[in-house]
């Protein structure tokens, strides 16, 4: 029973390429998030988004953008992908403060 | 804004020890804590979660973790781990809005 979906599990592209990283929630929650993840450095926070069309940056936002047309729907944007954006990108979904978290399964991204 | 801090970076324990990571928070309002485990090439995976009540939360795979509000702890224990409990351990808070990841614990189990 998968809640949380990130449809790209593996990824290679290059250098200046845009890159679209989507996920998907069936629990019909409010609040969803991307995280990157790397070595040393735990998860950091890139963007939020508490409501359709809602966004808020997080701590590293930085070469990202995000999309939230559906409620469902929470997609990661790279428009010009750099080297330093290899990484692993992790979705989270969340109903709200008394409630589970739920992470997709992590998006590999190598930029080359 | 919220902070989750994880003091320990990576501990190594034999088989059989006892184990206890630290995980401290800063919140003052209502406070929702979660302790997760990732397992070398796998996702996260939820250990164990409080919300209120009893202080003391049992999860699974014979993990523990005790909140102590006056301390802004919610340590995670296990009596006895084994080598399958390798892993690298995040504690988070949650609140309405926010979900913040300590930096995580790297546990490594020698057998």
């Known amino acids: 029973d998968v809640k949380v979906t990130q449809s790209s599990r593996y990824l290679v592209k290059r250098t200046g390429e845009k890159v679209f990283l989507e996920c998907v929630q069936d629990?019909?929650?409010?609040?969803m998030f991307w995280y990157r993840q790397d070595p040393g450095l735990g998860l950091r926070l890139i963007y939020f988004s508490y409501d359709v069309k809602m966004k808020e940056k997080g701590d590293i936002p930085e070469g990202y953008s995000v999309s939230r047309e559906k409620k469902e729907r929470f997609s990661l944007i790279l428009e010009s992908a750099s080297t330093n954006q290899t990484s692993m990108y992790l979705c989270?979904?969340?109903?709200?403060?008394?409630?589970?978290?739920?992470f997709g399964e992590g998006s590999w991204l190598t930029v080359v | 804004a919220q902070s989750v801090s994880q003091h320990n970076h990576h501990v190594i324990l034999s088989e059989a020890a006892s184990l206890e990571l630290g995980c401290n928070y800063s919140y003052g309002g209502t406070v929702n804590l979660f302790w997760y485990v990732q397992y070398p090439g796998q996702h996260l995976q939820l250990l164990l979660k409080?919300?209120?009540?009893?202080?003391l939360v049992k999860g699974i795979k014979g993990f523990e973790a005790e909140f102590i509000k006056s301390k802004f702890s919610f340590n995670l224990r296990k009596p006895s781990v084994q080598w399958s409990d390798t892993a690298e351990y995040f504690c988070?808070?949650?609140?309405?809005?926010?979900?913040?990841f300590g930096s995580g614990t790297q546990l490594t189990v020698l057998p």
């Open positions: 409080y919300f209120s009540g009893d202080p």
């Open positions: 988070l808070s949650g609140s309405a809005r926010q979900l913040t």
């Open positions: 989270a979904s969340f109903r709200g403060s008394g409630n589970t978290i739920y």
């Open positions: 629990m019909d929650h409010e609040n």
